[in-house]
């Protein structure tokens, strides 16, 4: 079992930036992937970003490509979302999810992003 926390959400202008954290309660090193999620209100949860263990593989939803990036810090079991040139419509609630093998994840209680115009 894993416990996720994550930390980062915040209120910012428009162009803003942030960077999400979400730290895991045992090693990530071996897990599966990693990944960062979002959920608007009156919307469906959407992937934003994977990263796979060995943080050699990444991929992100076409709607962040270029603004946002995944990385991943083993020794601190954390993983990390830098958003850059955030827009209103990346306003949502960020979760993080661990993979340890296909099919069994754990997810984190989320942390909200508003983007004020």
């Known amino acids: 079992q894993v416990q996720l926390v994550e930390s980062g959400g915040g209120l910012v202008q428009a162009g803003g930036s942030l960077r999400l954290s979400c730290t895991a309660s045992r090693s990530i090193s071996r897990l599966n992937a990693m990944g960062w999620y979002r959920q608007a209100p009156g919307k469906q949860r959407e992937l934003v970003a994977i990263?796979?263990?060995?943080?050699?593989?990444?991929n992100y939803a076409d709607s962040v490509k270029g603004r946002f990036t995944i990385s991943r810090d083993n020794a601190k079991n954390t993983v990390y979302l830098q958003m850059n040139s955030l827009k209103p419509e990346d306003t949502a609630v960020y979760y993080c999810?661990?993979?340890?093998?296909?099919?069994?994840?754990?997810w984190g209680q989320g942390t909200q992003v508003t983007v004020s115009s």
């Open positions: 999810k661990a993979t340890i093998v296909v099919g069994l994840n754990y």
């Open positions: 990263i796979t263990s060995g943080g050699d593989i990444t």
